[in-house]
């Protein structure tokens, strides 16, 4: 699996089930999106489980624009199916703070 090159951040917020992601670099810098179900299709012939996920876009900034609508949402994808299995995989260093600095 390649590097991802985008960066993101996770939004913790408690009217959401489930976190919202924003990209914050790359070309789709300030996309904000949420996963909705995530799940696994049946292995393939090499052994591989390839992964499937829905998503709902929540923020775009207004200035961007599209040349080819089909492409750019595949690269979209694409960036957001990398970004699933970076948080995936280093989800034991992923911690939400409550916002409680109380040590004892």
């Given at each position: 699996?390649?590097?991802?090159?985008?960066?993101?951040?996770?939004?913790?917020?408690?009217?959401?089930?489930?976190?919202?992601?924003?990209?914050?670099?790359?070309?789709?810098?300030?996309?904000?999106?949420?996963?909705?179900?995530?799940?696994?299709?049946?292995?393939?012939?090499?052994?591989?489980?390839?992964?499937?996920?829905?998503?709902?876009?929540?923020?775009a900034p207004e200035s961007y624009?599209?040349?080819?609508?089909?492409?750019?949402?595949?690269?979209?994808?694409?960036?957001?199916?990398?970004?699933?299995?970076?948080?995936?995989?280093?989800?034991?260093?992923?911690?939400?703070?409550?916002?409680?600095?109380?040590?004892?």
């Open positions: 699996m390649e590097l991802m090159t985008n960066k993101y951040e996770l939004i913790f917020d408690n009217s959401e089930d489930t976190a919202l992601v924003r990209i914050t670099e790359g070309k789709f810098a300030n996309f904000v999106y949420q996963y909705q179900e995530v799940g696994v299709n049946d292995e393939e012939d090499d052994g591989s489980l390839p992964v499937k996920f829905s998503y709902a876009l929540k923020e624009s599209y040349e080819d609508e089909e492409t750019e949402k595949k690269e979209f994808e694409t960036i957001i199916g990398d970004i699933l299995y970076d948080i995936v995989v280093n989800s034991n260093k992923v911690k939400e703070t409550s916002g409680n600095n109380d040590t004892k």
